[in-house]
């Protein structure tokens, strides 16, 4: 498992994230569509090897680069890798899980929020 720790110090932080999947292209191997931005953090590393990965929320249209607050951490159970979720506004719980539902939903996926304990053990699950 990738250490939780590391991305719990991006909570609240500003980050800038390079747009891979912008939203609706398709997952190249999966093929389902993206219906965020999603990137990942330039010069990271997280547990897959790559660059940490993170959603980006509240821009409609496809993009290239993006710079935001880092608003909640998704931790993984049942993988390698933790994600971030970014945006320049504020969203519920409920419109976060929603949000990253379409592919959080095949994890055993927890939200940490900026305004949760820091502890693993009381993070809610995605759905």
Known sequence: MDQL???LLYLGK???VTID???FSKHPELGFEYPVNYGYLPGTLAGDGSEIDAYVL???EPMVTFSGRCIA???RRDDDENKLVVANQA???SEIAAAVDFVEAHYDSHLIL???PVSSDTSEPCR
């Open 21 to 23: 999947r912008p939203r």
């Open 73 to 75: 951490v998704i931790e």
């Open 58 to 60: 509240g821009v409609e």
């Open 5 to 7: 720790d590391k991305y």
């Open 91 to 93: 969203y519920s719980r």
């Open 14 to 16: 500003t980050v800038d």
């Open 114 to 116: 900026e305004s949760d």
